[in-house]
């Protein structure tokens, strides 16, 4: 990193850049009775918001950056009041989360490619022979579009009037005209990206990063533009501008913004993608130890022991980086549920791990949350003392697992989502058809999480043992201490946590048990059709569900040995308690079912100590961790280090650890800034050494 980058990576984990926002007064005093006009329509709403919004904006600069834009102003109230969204759901919408676009991947390039002006010109004769009922979407695009470019031309003249010629002659370029050269391609992303989070949507991503921007670089590289080193200082300025506004970006946590980026991958003709730009990245963020843009590497059983290793060397710095994808798995996944063939191999992820494809894919893929350990309780509690045997106990939880999928997927069936103008012009058929993103696209898709399936899988084993094997205890009293919340019995409850017969030892009649689960989830949820006449997508993610659940009533005690309030594990993974053989009869279990029927995604999540990756044995063994894990036929991975003394120090001084940065369920934050609740589950996750 050279010395610039250290000082204007510094200056803005510091946060000096908050000083240059706007007053409270300022934002206090806007009027938005433009945009919360009841006679206009909900686009119309959200352009002349957006109109306002950049209108107030002001343009600064940071000391040495080359890479500008950087919010003053906090959001503005959306377009919708609460009272209106429940008007809405009313009529039977279901409102996901906030009820914006999200998690989403553009094709920036649709943008890129041509420059605002050309875009402008486009949507004016689009206009000029619309019909009627079409006109006042392409006049909503030219509002965005103009305002766009009346912001962009303020950023030009303050940046000459301040001396920053060097980002006013790329500003003389974009975002007007195509770019030239790879610097200005990444300050036209950095303002789209900007304008996105404005309009309204988040979770936005960034999509497969080495490939829209590579020509680019060589183009650059071919011509003697750049080097490899000045390149990378470039990028660095770029990864460097993802960090200016995260707390002004929503999500249930700070750090959770969705600013991912793919890298690499294999394209139809199984030609590997991964290129340069791909390394500079993986480079940039080992240099710059920020947590944006979150990093994910496509990879298969083909790719080279030397990337993995590259990639892992990344890993033992504690970011949560990368995340890895197994196109073996992926991919025909996705052409089973339907994606056609050149999308399918064009996958990304969205804002954790969903799989979803830039530019054709209006897809929700967190629509709900399904868990196992519910389906587990419910039926020991109904068929325990019936079951008599392990298939038995089995066929009721799968039972459980599809009628629990159908009754959260029916709540979810006709979704409402607010309009996005500007990110409409960065998915295919929209400006043609003068159709909204919100109202859908190629794929309209659901997902839906599959969580908690280790527990589920260990209170089957558990209660199948000690009632009908050993039948230490009556299914009858069982119940009766889970009722309890095991309440004086806490010696029954050892001997539940201390059984060995769990997912996650590579047991293959246990592991068997998973793989019904799983079924069970993924044929549940292939049988549903929403108002888009889109599928719904199993996966083995958690979000924040493994933390929540410690705070619902619904979550009983559970047969594994769980008390009522205990944390669950994040994603694909065994119980927080279980007494492990080590990592690789984790990852035997964790590959043994066939997980391209459960393509939401949601990673295979693993914590090692730090002190037994920080050397090169140690980035080598967790190199082999990985190809095994492709190998034998995991979808995704992620990986964390963790220093569990030093993660509790930092709970009793926060100030001094404050660019400490832990991986929390599909992204990865600043420790000090997550609520303890998740603090606290970082700090029960079992750490493995390798």
């Known amino acids: 990193m050279t010395e610039r980058m250290s000082r204007l990576r510094n200056y803005i984990v510091d946060h000096k850049h908050f000083a240059l926002r706007q007053s409270q007064d300022v934002f206090n005093n806007i009027d938005i009775s433009t945009y919360r006009d009841k006679n206009l329509s909900h686009a119309m709403r959200v352009a002349k918001r957006f109109e306002l919004f950049l209108s107030k904006e002001v343009p600064v600069f940071l000391p040495e950056e080359r890479i500008a834009f950087t919010r003053t102003l906090p959001a503005l109230p959306p377009v919708l009041s609460e009272e209106e969204f429940d008007s809405i759901r009313a009529t039977g919408k279901y409102i996901h989360e906030k009820g914006f676009v999200t998690n989403i991947a553009p094709d920036y390039q649709k943008i890129m490619s041509k420059g605002l002006y050309a875009l402008i010109d486009e949507v004016k004769t689009r206009l000029s022979n619309a019909k009627k009922q079409d ?305 859908g696209n190629k794929y309209n898709n659901y997902g839906q999480h599959g969580f908690g399936l280790g527990n589920a899988v260990d209170s089957i084993s558990c209660f199948n043992h000690f009632v009908n094997e050993t039948k230490e205890i009556s299914a009858k009293d069982y119940l009766d201490v889970l009722q309890k919340d095991f309440a004086g019995n806490d010696e029954f409850r050892n001997k539940l946590v201390n059984y060995t017969e769990k997912f996650g030892n590579g047991i293959d009649n246990i592991d068997a048990i998973a793989s019904r689960l799983l079924k069970a989830h993924s044929d549940a949820c292939l049988a549903y059709k929403n108002s888009r006449n889109g599928i719904c997508r199993a996966g083995t993610g958690s979000a924040n569900c493994y933390v929540v659940s410690s705070t619902r009533n619904d979550y009983t005690a559970s047969a594994d040995g769980r008390k009522k309030c205990d944390f669950l594990p994040a994603n694909y993974t065994p119980s927080i308690t279980i007494k492990t053989k080590g990592p690789l009869s984790v990852v035997k279990s964790l590959t043994k079912p066939d997980l391209s029927n459960n393509i939401n995604g949601g990673p295979a999540t693993f914590e090692f100590t730090a002190s037994s990756v920080n050397s090169d044995t140690g980035v080598e063994k967790l190199a082999l961790l990985v190809e095994n894990f492709i190998k034998l036929g995991g979808h995704q991975l992620q990986l964390n280090v963790i220093n569990k003394s030093e993660l509790i120090k930092a709970q009793q001084n926060p100030e001094a650890y404050r660019n400490l940065i832990v991986r929390v369920w599909g992204w990865s934050g600043y420790f000090v800034e997550l609520d303890k609740c998740y603090q606290d589950q970082v700090i029960l996750r079992a750490d493995y050494s390798l």
């Not at 460097?240 to 991912?260: A, R, W």
């Not at 196109?327 to 969903?354: F, R, S, T």
């Not at 629990?404 to 043609?432: H, N």
């Open 135 to 439: 006109k006042e979407f392409y006049e909503i695009e030219l509002i965005t579009l103009n305002a766009i470019v009346d912001f962009a031309l303020r950023y030009k003249e303050e940046a000459l009037k301040q001396g920053y010629l060097d980002i006013y002659q790329d500003l003389c370029v974009v975002p007007f005209y195509a770019p030239k050269t790879f610097k200005q391609a990444l300050q036209f992303l950095r303002i789209i990206h900007f304008c996105i989070w404005v309009e309204g949507e988040y979770h936005v991503i960034l999509g497969r990063f080495d490939q829209m921007m590579y020509p680019y670089l060589k183009k650059d590289l071919d011509n003697g533009v750049l080097t490899n080193e000045t390149a990378l200082e470039v990028l660095e300025d770029f990864f460097i501008s993802c960090n200016k506004d995260t707390d002004l970006y929503p999500g249930l946590q700070q750090g959770d913004n969705g600013q991912s980026i793919m890298l690499g991958g294999y394209d139809e003709n199984g030609i590997d993608t991964y290129n340069l730009l791909s390394e500079l990245c993986i480079k940039a963020s080992y240099e710059l130890k920020v947590i944006d843009p979150k990093i994910n590497l496509r990879v298969n059983k083909t790719t080279p022991k030397e990337r993995l290793l590259f990639a892992s060397k990344l890993t033992t710095i504690g970011l949560g980086f990368p995340q890895y994808s197994n196109d073996d798995i992926v991919i025909p996944g996705l052409i089973k549920l339907g994606y056609d063939k050149a999308d399918a191999h064009n996958y990304c992820v969205a804002a954790c791990w969903e799989f979803i494809i830039p530019g054709v894919g209006m897809e929700t893929v967190n629509i709900s949350a399904m868990s196992y350990v519910i389906c587990a309780n419910n039926a020991i509690n109904k068929y325990g003392e019936s079951c008599k045997n392990i298939d038995e106990l089995t066929s009721a939880v799968e039972q459980e697992v599809k009628e629990y999928t159908k009754v959260l997927l029916d709540e979810v069936y006709d979704i409402y989502l607010v309009p996005a103008p500007f990110m409409s012009l960065m998915f295919d058929g929209c400006i043609e058809e003068a159709k909204d993103i919100s109202l």
